[in-house]
């Protein structure tokens, strides 16, 4: 069974560029997560789908920050423009998701896409 | 809040030696607890996790970790190490079945040949 997939894998772009990425969860997975990772830190979580809606978003810049989830599988973020502060590695995770077991919370994640904002 | 402290940024311990990883939580009731490994250019893969039950969890590779409720601790230990497990390790909590994990800063292990 596939991973979580995400791409690109790397990615350069100059200030007040835009830029993309992509997420594909594990089939049947209906929450999604977006994690933003900085050097030498832990993961911080910048939203999280339940489905199509975006449940969990406060820690999301939404200045320049945006993110969609259309028909509850595949997901992109975005940002526009990027700022030098936003070089970091952006995680992508899924789990089963709704009410009940806590077996259903356990997240799987991608390899990540690293940003550099030169 | 909910919030966890990994208080060794790095640690370096020669192979087939002990390992113990230390992680302090913070939150009112009982939290999930989980701990992650990232090896270089890879995402984060679960080593184990704790739910409810016994205190000591059994997890991938070899690893366990014990949870301390009066120490709010959560260690993740292996009895020897291999050269292979040198990598970056992330304890996470979570207060509900649903929700953000809150990750620690991690713990850098570097494995001396």
């Known amino acids: 069974e596939a991973g979580v997939v995400q791409s690109p894998r790397y990615k350069i772009i100059e200030k007040k560029q835009p830029v993309a990425f992509w997420c594909n969860p594990i089939s049947g997975h209906n929450t999604l997560y977006w994690y933003l990772q900085n050097l030498g830190q832990g993961p911080e979580l910048l939203i999280r789908?339940?489905?199509?809606?975006?449940?969990?978003d406060s820690q999301l810049p939404k200045d320049r920050f945006s993110a969609e989830r259309l028909k509850g599988v595949d997901s992109t973020l975005k940002i526009q423009p990027a700022e030098l502060g936003d070089s970091a590695v952006y995680l992508c995770a899924s789990s089963l998701g709704g009410t009940g077991s806590p077996m259903n919370t356990e997240a799987f994640f991608g390899q990540g896409t690293r940003l550099t904002v030169v | 809040a909910q919030s966890v402290t990994q208080p060794d940024i790095h640690i370096t311990v020669s192979e087939g030696a002990s390992l113990e990883l230390r992680c302090n939580y913070s939150y009112g009731a009982t939290p999930y607890l989980f701990w992650y490994v990232q090896s270089p250019g890879q995402g984060l893969q679960l080593l184990l996790k704790y739910f409810s039950g016994d205190t000591l969890v059994q997890g991938i590779k070899g690893f366990e970790a014990e949870f301390k409720r009066s120490q709010s601790s959560f260690n993740l230990r292996k009895p020897s190490v291999h050269w292979s497990d040198a990598a970056e390790y992330f304890c996470?909590?979570?207060?509900?079945?649903?929700?953000?994990?809150?990750f620690g800063r991690g713990t850098q292990l570097t494995v001396w040949p």
């Open positions: 789908y339940e489905n199509e809606e975006a449940v969990d």
């Open positions: 996470a909590v979570r207060g509900s079945t649903l929700g953000r994990l809150y």
